[in-house]
């Protein structure tokens, strides 16, 4: 097993359970546009993880010349109520109690901007645990590869000290490009039970608990 010094975790689906807050908003918007809600919860899965003009293409294939409309109603709305329709994930502070009594520098790396996450996590009392937050620019121009390096580089840790904690091929991805090691689980929104370990992946922790084993 490595010993990483540099425990970065994605946000929702990993930490937090914020999708009840995500889906309400998504769909208000779309109602503000004219359009039509989307009930399914598959297809609502595919708004937790990119970047959100990506988000509402993927979900409701939304028109490019709606898009910046779109996000402007969504933040909007979400900084008013969405963001405080969220709960934590069963296990998850003791996980995260653990690793930083250990020595583990904990950081967080989101495709939210940094303002809304720390709010989120004040209202959670999680805030605590974390030595970094940082999320995406108001542009939505900044991708998560990005931000993992930003992240790396401000505490001047090896690449191979350090690892990411995600639930998507979103999360994954952006940890194949910044060349960092990634553990998936697959209690959150984009992997699941069926779900295989590939050769970008350390292993796939079931529950917030298992984490551990794979950092310990």
């Known amino acids: 097993m ?6 970065i975790f994605d946000f929702d689906g990993t930490l937090v359970n914020s999708s009840p807050g995500i ?12 359009l039509d809600e989307v009930e399914d919860i598959e297809q609502l899965n595919k708004f937790i993880g990119p970047p959100l003009k ?11 010349s709606l898009l910046d409309k779109a996000c402007d109603l969504y933040r909007g709305k979400y900084e008013k109520s969405g963001q ?9 502070e003791n996980v995260l109690k653990q690793l930083r009594d250990k020595g ?15 709010s989120m996590l004040e209202h959670l ?7 970094y937050i940082d999320g995406t620019n108001i542009e939505g121009t900044k991708y998560k590869a990005q931000i993992l390096n930003e992240i790396v580089e401000h505490f001047n840790i090896d690449k191979k000290d350090s690892i990411l904690i995600g639930d998507t091929d979103h999360d994954k991805d952006a ?18 039970k069926k779900t295989i370990v590939s050769k970008d992946m350390i292993g ?9 084993s794979y950092i310990l």
């Not at 790396?109 to 720390?118: L, N, P």
């Open 84 to 92: 405080y329709e969220v709960e934590i994930f069963d296990g998850v």
């Open 23 to 34: 889906y309400n908003t998504a769909n208000w918007t779309v109602k503000q546009l004219g």
């Open 104 to 118: 583990y520098i904990l950081a967080i790396a989101t495709m939210k901007y940094r303002e809304i996450v720390f």
């Open 125 to 131: 009392d999680l805030v605590k645990y974390f030595e």
């Open 175 to 192: 940890a194949v490009e910044a060349k960092i090691d990634f553990l998936a689980v697959n209690y959150g929104f984009g992997y699941n």
């Open 204 to 212: 796939i922790a079931s529950t917030p608990k298992d984490i551990l």
């Open 54 to 64: 990506d988000c509402f293409k993927l979900t409701y294939n939304l028109d490019e």
């Open 2 to 7: 490595k010993n990483y010094k540099l425990i």
